[in-house]
């Protein structure tokens, strides 16, 4: 009865908020109750009609953007490479990997992602993570959860961990986003039996390395590698772990946590990503 109370209280003070300050999205600026038309090449669109719930996931948990907006973030314009994440030629074969992966050694068997790195997407995501809220970064973790859950269980993850930052990176950012869509992931999976635990201290990183979109194609691999180290590699002996990061542009990061996850005893390491980068430049 009392949790009944509590709820009824929440859900009554969010109405209210929601009457006084409209949700608006951050990307179109189309206020809730409207909703917009296709975007254009510049991602703007004009305003059309009403629309109700439109600031709601399928769950009913809240987010920042718009049905719209949403829809084109997560929209997918062709077949991907299980291996890597990146979008293909609806002709191409991909059992041994993709043009973007054939031929490289990468420590992980897989990558799941939102959608490519561009458009909308592109917008969202960077100011997702400099911001001084996280709010963003879990409505886009919200999102990659309700478009490819079915994908991150037939994984059958055992254990989660998000890449980790370094700690000269923590004093000049407010989160890791990686670790946001990590809980985000555990909480989730969690609903079922058997409990898939967020462990953000699993994996660290030793020394600091330059950003990556600093760093040239050819040596993103070098200045990852000896990143991480792995503490308590008990907990995941024979273990599927599925390491989470915000974007996957060569997989370098994610293949040496990988790598360091593998040496310490894990049977297999997938990779969960908000958005896949082809463009090495970005």
């Known amino acids: 009865m009392r949790r009944r109370l509590i709820d009824l209280w929440h859900s009554s003070l969010q109405r209210?908020?929601?009457?006084?300050?409209?949700?608006?999205?951050?990307?179109?600026?189309?206020?809730?109750?409207?909703?917009?038309?296709?975007?254009?090449?510049?991602?703007?669109?004009?305003?059309?009609?009403?629309?109700?719930?439109?600031f709601r996931h399928a769950n009913g948990r809240a987010t920042v953007f718009c049905e719209a907006?949403?829809?084109?973030?997560?929209?997918?314009?062709?077949?991907?490479?299980?291996?890597?994440?990146?979008?293909?030629?609806?002709?191409?074969?991909?059992?041994?990997?993709?043009?973007?992966c054939r031929g490289r050694k990468l420590a992980f068997q897989s990558v799941i992602c939102l959608g490519m790195y561009e458009g909308l997407l592109k917008r969202a995501l960077p100011s997702a993570k400099w911001s001084f809220s996280c709010v963003?970064?879990?409505?886009?973790?919200?999102?990659?959860?309700?478009?490819?859950?079915?994908?991150?269980?037939?994984?059958?993850?055992?254990?989660?961990?998000?890449?980790?930052?370094h700690w000269q990176q923590r004093l000049t950012r407010h989160f890791n986003p990686a670790w946001i869509v990590a809980e985000t992931l555990s909480r989730h999976l969690g609903d079922s039996p058997q409990k898939v635990p967020c462990d953000v201290h699993i994996l660290r990183r030793s020394r600091a390395t330059r950003p990556q979109k600093r760093v040239s194609v050819s040596q993103r691999v070098q200045n990852q590698q000896g990143t991480f180290r792995v503490r308590d590699a008990h907990l995941?002996?024979?273990?599927?772990?599925?390491i989470v990061d915000d974007v996957l542009t060569t997989g370098a990061t994610c293949s040496e946590a990988a790598r360091a996850l593998r040496a310490a005893g894990a049977a297999a390491c997938h990779v969960a990503v908000i958005g896949r980068v082809l463009d090495h430049s970005a």
């Open 69 to 100: 907006c949403r829809e084109a973030m997560s929209r997918v314009s062709g077949p991907s490479c299980a291996r890597c994440g990146a979008v293909v030629g609806p002709f191409s074969k991909t059992d041994g990997g993709c043009i973007h």
């Open 136 to 165: 963003t970064i879990q409505s886009l973790a919200l999102q990659l959860w309700e478009e490819k859950a079915d994908d991150i269980r037939r994984l059958q993850i055992d254990w989660i961990v998000p890449v980790p930052q």
């Open 16 to 54: 209210a908020v929601d009457f006084a300050f409209p949700a608006e999205c951050p990307l179109c600026r189309i206020k809730e109750g409207q909703v917009a038309r296709e975007p254009d090449a510049q991602g703007r669109r004009p305003e059309a009609g009403m629309c109700t719930g439109a």
């Open 236 to 242: 995941i002996q024979g273990r599927k772990v599925l």
